[in-house]
């Protein structure tokens, strides 16, 4: 199982989890790379007008038919934001514990590559799964699929008719 993972910090904290099946990823990433407009690198919900983010929105919610779950950790305002962050990472590992084999992909965020590293680290020592969870950061115009967990966070952000669009695809929502 592949996960890709992004955040938003507006409104609040969660973290987005995109589940894609090995059977379906290159698929999911072709589908993506035709949503990219000639002059842009990658697909991002803040740079891109409302008419495109419907498209992107109702593109990503057919892709429900590939058997994608995703799942909304939100922590919410409480705490200190590397506070939240950890709350919503612990609740991803321990649902990761749910597949034999699980590769988390973060998109790449500098301000807090070494302190994911060392969490991740952490909690998946902590949960025995050291060989059964392995967690890489990339770029999100390395990793088209990135733009899915984006999107889903920036609807879900929004709220409103943005969130309602967007809550097909969404599997469950965590309080963390």
């Known amino acids: 199982m592949d996960v890709y993972v992004d955040e938003s910090k507006s409104r609040g904290y969660l973290v987005v989890a995109a589940c894609v099946y090995g059977d379906y990823l290159r698929v999911t990433r072709k589908e ?34 590939l058997g994608m779950r995703v799942f909304v950790y939100d922590a919410g305002r409480s705490g200190t934001e590397r506070d939240r962050r950890a709350r919503c990472l612990a609740a991803l590992v321990d649902d990761a514990l749910e597949y034999e084999k699980t590769r988390i992909v973060f998109d790449l965020d500098e301000t807090v590559l070494s302190w994911d590293r060392q969490r991740m680290l952490e909690l998946t020592r902590a949960a025995g799964a050291r060989e059964r969870i392995s ?42």
């Open 32 to 65: 993506l790379r035709n949503l990219i407009l000639p002059g842009q690198r990658s697909l991002h919900m803040k740079d891109e007008r409302d008419s495109r983010k419907r498209e992107i929105a109702d593109m990503i919610i057919g892709m429900g038919s």
């Open 135 to 176: 967690y890489e950061h990339h770029h999100r115009h390395a990793e088209p699929v990135l733009a899915i967990p984006d999107a889903i966070a920036w609807c879900w952000s929004k709220g409103g008719d943005w969130r309602r669009r967007i809550r097909p695809i969404v599997s469950d929502v965590r309080n963390v």
